[in-house]
């Protein structure tokens, strides 16, 4: 994990002879006054009132400048003036902004000094709780924060806290000040959910009496996003950063100090997402700004130099590294001195660089000197503290000392987690609670690890045990990072994340199967191995369900659905924006705020559900526990086959409703490299010699080792492990073929088994008893691409009419219109009624959705991937292009969705999710079962394989017989040139199998009421 730690600043300084000498005359002139002559009282003359008003004018237009040291020195002049015209109250706040001023100078030292007098003046002439007593204690809070001092910091600003909590009625701008200051002492110390509370106790107070586009609130969505980014919520932190950044250049300009702030936590978002170019020009441009408004010695290069230091270690540059490391130790000794928090934490970076380089001594020491800094200033319980410990576990693991790392693992545990003391290596924490998960989750998955060294070289299944205790720890925390409510693209990067946990409990129980024998450990193999696939498809359905059955009233669900739409509709609004040549800036910015304000307003809805509707709460955050008896009895007629692979093994498991069993094979290194070549070998008409050799040594791997347990017709479910997801099982042919082979005569599994996929196990039932309802039976689009941009590409001629070019397909139109034949009623939309727009409209209100069309994935950002509908020049906000996105805020009613166009199944993929494709998207927004393309679909063929598809599942065959069906009748009437499985075998059924849930065929229909009478007849018959 990329562990980035940000300083939060918000000033920059300048050296500035003239400047520092005016500074000092006027420092003296005030604070080195005595308290007699303070006392004094005399009288401010109109003159000195021009003067004052003089002075403050002048200061103010020096700070919104960035020039801090001019308005010290004319805020110091004005302090003077009410001082001898005994205004103690004013001259008190004159004092404190002169002290901020140095404090944004860079020069703390000067300025705790002169708040120190500020506190001392309130507490000598000020009765009472005083507004100015609080704002001086404020001041000294921030201070003591930027020395690193946060303990201090933090008593300060409590100070400062209780006062303005006793001046009820006061103005309530300077409270929502120190409740921002204790969100910045509290992330400055790690504790990231104080700090949050604190910081959004701030931005609430801000929104109620200011202007949305008032600076403070965009200096809390920059706090509020420094503290997503530590957490890894990336696009979270993303959004609040890109608010911020529209508020500070309307406010302040493109150049201003603010404007680097954000630029450096902008560049660190994208050094953790590997947009290293986006990252590093980002840290440059802050670099530049501070370096030309204050010098190259400034305390405000620091970040932009650390930052540095640390993306170009990341990039394995280490010249550059070392370079930016050592300008950044420098600024920091120059200000802060080197026994300073800002020291150790340079320092912390440092060691980790020599980590990557295995450097280890060298590793060693620098973080020896960073857990020295820490725990003088910080105390031994505080994020950083853990972190040290963390790197000099890694180096103790990586030198072979298990022992010495393990109790450095234990010491990072107690610094990480408040309530937790023991210096026992063999106890774990009982609370998931601590300052950070993702160090939390580092120092359990380095514990399991070094138990698992362990039993390795003593063979003792008690360590067994304990990697098993301490990898279930690390399963709490997973589960509570993934039920918060996050932006999609969080979830996706939390869920690749936390992915290892899943494939070291599998490893882990079922080496304890094999140890002890236990049924249970296989089971609990079986468990883990379900729970790493999906996550966040299986929320999806958990919190459709939850609000079908939490007791949410229909008017807060109809918000719900009305705020999916807005998010919708602004996230087209910006795309279109962004794809043109020369996008309009302000009507971008405009639209991205309408979108942040949007996502806040879902967030705090769903939030504002969980606390109300307990049901509902209890409904979406349940995670069922497998009951194998119960699913097994589900199982008539079928057999399930789970994978799970890792580095070295293949885990499969096999249920059907007479047992249950598994096996681990060992694999090469070249495993996923198998995959990938079946999968490019069926998605061109190429070499079937290489086809049929790739296709039979994965048999034996994938089919052979369970084969025993398959009974002769039965449907088999398979679900997937990572790549395997992107190869057909069907066409997985069996061993030994004889010498004069043709691929007709191919022995494909499909020949003997019907096969759906499932995402997981637990999804399987998630479906079941829900009863729906509908306007319509069946929907058909079929676009036109006459207006659209027509692109073929010179490599796919050789297979016809592709539905990944974006020409016009000869057949879809037919092949809508012939499956809307076996439903008793259905609508089709095609050429220009085949519209995004007509799409989302009518969505909801049928029973099957198909979609004949092009389609565009996009392997970078899934989200991105799309379904292209006709292209109009209405005035509607959609482009033609429906997005996954947009598909995810979809409540489609649907039993089933056949995305009829090329790669529908096909994505990037994301650990502990899966493959992200289109198809995935609509069971995401509701749909159950989804017919999807594994590659480019070939039009004519496609249409033909639709049209037998329909034609078996209105016979009432189960959606993967009827698939089935139509593979194997197309392939009893086609040649050698069209028999490759690149034709026929790239669509698959993705979810529930089962018959649709009402007949759908108007003969069947008549049939059914013929033998109704037939029946009625004959009993009449009978009773006579």
């Keep these: 994990m990329y562990e980035q730690i940000n300083i939060v600043l918000t000033g920059y300084a300048i050296r500035n002879l003239m400047v520092l000498f005016l500074m000092t005359i006027s420092v003296w002139d005030c604070i080195g006054m005595p308290p007699a002559e303070i006392r004094s009282g005399a009288i401010l003359t109109n003159t000195d009132t021009v003067r004052t008003s003089a002075y403050r004018d002048s200061a103010r237009v020096a700070l919104k400048a960035g020039d801090y040291r001019k308005s010290g020195y004319y ?73 690193g001092l946060q303990d201090e910091a933090i008593q300060f600003n409590e100070k400062a806290l209780s006062i303005h909590l006793q001046l009820s009625g006061k103005p309530k701008q300077a409270l929502g000040d ?86 450096t936590n902008l560049g660190s978002i994208h050094a953790q997402l590997g947009n290293v170019e986006l990252a590093k020009s980002y840290f440059e441009r802050s670099l530049d700004i501070a370096s030309r408004h204050f010098g190259d010695n400034s305390p405000y290069t620091i970040d932009a130099h650390h930052n540095l230091a640390v993306l170009y270690s990341d990039m394995g540059n280490n010249q550059k590294a070392i370079d930016y490391f050592t300008s950044a130790r420098k600024v920091i000794a120059h200000n802060f001195g080197n026994e300073h928090v800002e020291m150790g934490k340079i320092y912390y970076d440092i060691s980790q660089h020599h980590l990557k380089l295995h450097q280890l001594e060298t590793a060693e020491d620098y973080a020896r000197q960073s857990l020295g800094i820490f725990r ?17 576990a890694e180096c103790a693991k990586q030198q072979g000392d298990q022992e010495q790392a393990l109790v450095l693992c234990q010491q990072g545990l107690v610094a990480l987690v408040n309530d937790f003391s023991s210096d026992q290596v063999n106890q774990n924490p009982t609370s998931i609670d601590s300052f950070n998960p993702g160090t939390y989750l580092s120092l359990l998955d380095l514990k399991s690890d070094l138990f698992y060294q362990r039993y390795l070289e003593n063979d003792n299944v008690g360590q067994l045990e304990l990697v098993m205790s301490t990898l ?53 193999a079986l468990y883990y191995a379900d729970k790493s696939k999906a996550s966040i498809l299986k929320q999806a359905i958990a919190e459709d369900a939850a609000q079908n059955f939490g007791d949410i009233p229909d008017s807060l669900l109809q918000v719900e659905r009305n705020l999916k739409a807005d998010r919708n509709y602004f996230r087209t609004r910006i795309a279109t924006e962004q794809s043109k040549k020369q996008p309009d800036s302000s009507a971008l910015r405009k639209y991205q705020g309408n979108l942040f304000v949007a996502n806040r307003t879902y967030d705090s809805l769903i939030l504002s559900l969980e606390s109300q509707y307990p049901r509902y709460f209890q409904l979406k955050h349940h995670e069922p526990e497998l009951d194998l008896d119960q699913f097994q009895a589900m199982l008539s007629g079928q057999t399930v086959v789970e994978y799970f692979y890792s580095d070295d093994l293949l885990y499969t498991f096999v249920l059907n409703d007479t047992g249950y069993d598994a096996r681990s094979t060992p694999i090469s290194e070249n495993f996923q490299e198998l995959i990938i070549s079946l999968r490019e070998q069926l998605s061109s008409s190429g070499s079937q010699n290489e086809f049929i050799a790739t296709s039979e040594t994965l048999y034996k791997l994938l089919i052979s080792p369970v084969e025993n347990h398959f009974r002769e017709g039965d449907r088999l479910t398979i679900v997937p492990h990572g790549l395997l997801a992107v190869i057909p099982f069907d066409v997985l042919i069996k061993p030994p073929r004889e010498p004069t082979f043709n691929i007709l005569e191919a022995d494909y599994l499909l020949n003997r088994h019907p096969v759906t996929y499932a995402f997981s196990i637990s999804s399987m039932e998630d479906y079941q008893g829900q009863s729906k309802q509908w306007q319509s039976h069946f929907a058909g689009f079929a676009p036109s691409y006459k207006q659209a941009l027509l692109v073929r590409s010179e490599e796919l001629e050789p297979y016809g009419n592709l539905r990944n070019e974006l020409a016009e397909l000869a057949y879809t139109e037919d092949e809508v219109k012939a499956a809307a034949t076996y439903f008793s009623q259905a609508e089709t939309f095609s050429g220009e009624k085949a519209t995004e727009t007509n799409f989302k409209s009518i969505s909801g209100n049928f029973q099957v959705l198909h979609l004949a ?31 996954a996105r947009e598909i995810y805020d979809l409540n489609l009613n649907a039993d089933l969705a056949v995305l009829s166009a090329c790669n529908t199944a096909y994505g990037k993929l994301i650990g502990g999710e899966g493959i992200m494709s289109l198809g995935r998207a609509f069971a995401y927004a509701g749909c159950p079962s989804i017919v999807m393309s594994l590659w480019p679909a070939q039009d004519q063929a496609t249409a033909r394989l639709m049209s037998l598809f329909y034609e078996g599942l209105s016979s009432g065959l189960s959606k993967d017989q009827a698939l089935r069906k139509a593979k194997m009748e197309y392939l009893a009437t086609t040649d050698d040139l069209f028999a490759h499985p690149f034709y026929w075998a790239n669509f698959i059924v993705q979810g529930d199998p089962e018959p649709l849930q009402q007949p759908a065929n108007r003969n069947l229909i008549w049939v059914f009421s013929v033998l109704i009478i037939l029946l009625f007849g004959l009993y009449i018959i009978l009773k006579k």
């Design 853 to 883: 069309m092009h389609a565009i994935v996009d392997q970078q950002n899934p989200l991105h991937s799309k379904l292209i509908f006709s292209q109009t020049q209405s005035s509607s906000p959609d482009d033609g292009y429906l997005q």
């Design 75 to 147: 805020y110091a002049q004005a302090a003077r003036l009410f001082f001898e015209g005994g205004n103690f109250k004013t001259y008190i706040d004159m004092l404190r902004f002169e002290a901020d001023s140095y404090r944004r100078a860079g020069d703390f030292s000067l300025a705790e000094q002169i708040a120190q007098r500020s506190i001392e003046a309130c507490e000598s002439y000020l009765e009472g709780p005083q507004l100015q007593s609080a704002n001086a204690y404020h001041l000294m809070g921030i201070i003591k924060d930027y020395q």
């Design 376 to 392: 003088n200033i910080l105390g031994d319980k505080n994020l950083l503290v853990a972190r040290s410990y963390l790197v000099l």
């Design 472 to 524: 279930r720890l690390a399963d709490q925390l997973t589960d509570a990072i993934q039920r918060e409510q996050v932006p999609f693209e969080d979830k996706l990067n939390l869920a690749e994340q936390t992915d290892f946990v899943y494939e070291k409990l599998v490893k882990t129980s079922y080496q304890l199967y094999s140890v002890e024998g236990d049924d249970q450990y296989l089971l609990t």
């Design 178 to 263: 120190v409740y921002n200051s204790l969100g910045v002492n509290y992330l400055n110390r790690g504790d990231y959910k104080r700090s949050l509370d604190r910081f959004f106790e701030a931005l609430t107070i801000f929104q109620e009496i200011l202007e949305a586009d008032d600076q403070r609130i965009a200096d809390m969505y920059l706090n509020i996003g420094t503290v997503y980014i530590d957490l890894g919520k990336y696009q979270l932190a993303q959004e609040y950063m890109e608010q911020e950044l529209a508020i500070t250049t309307k406010n302040m300009g493109q150049d201003h100090p603010y404007v680097a702030e954000t630029c």
